[in-house]
């Protein structure tokens, strides 16, 4: 085997990596729960969508690229419905309208869109001020 190189210290691994479990979530929509990472160009969400639930058709300037995880929904897109399960991809350009059915077991994925996604960071700096008083 080759030689490795060393391991980072603990205190470096704090600055790097990130469990976003441990992130502190929020709804987005109401049966949706959303942990959220943000760089400088971009936003990673780990979303949970509830069973059944029916997420409206909207749009926004962020390019998105949508990774499914677990479970599966029904994509709206243009006015047609595309059937995304578990290891799907889709690639959104900026402003394009969609929306989702979940499952009657849900849906999990990891959204990623650039530019970030300054107004979800705006409503998650809000809760944590709000769970702070």
């Known amino acids: 085997m080759e030689k490795k190189e060393p391991y980072a210290s603990q205190e470096e691994c704090n600055k790097r990596i990130i469990h976003y479990e441990d992130i502190t979530a929020f709804n987005p929509h109401p049966s949706v ?3 959220i990472v943000s760089s400088e160009k971009m936003t990673a969400a780990f979303l949970t969508v509830d069973p059944s639930t029916y997420v409206p058709v909207h749009q926004h300037e ?3 690229i949508m990774i499914a995880t ?3 929904l029904d994509l709206v ?3 047609k419905l595309y059937p995304f399960k578990k290891g799907d991809v889709a690639i959104f350009p900026s402003n394009l309208a969609h929306g989702g059915y979940a499952s009657d077991k849900g849906y999990s994925g990891i959204d ?3 530019p970030p996604r300054h107004d979800w960071m705006a409503k998650l700096e809000e809760l944590k001020k709000s769970q702070k008083t």
């Open 70 to 72: 677990d479970g599966a």
């Open 62 to 64: 962020n390019e998105q």
């Open 77 to 79: 897109i243009d006015g």
């Open 33 to 35: 729960k959303a942990h």
């Open 112 to 114: 990623i869109f650039s």
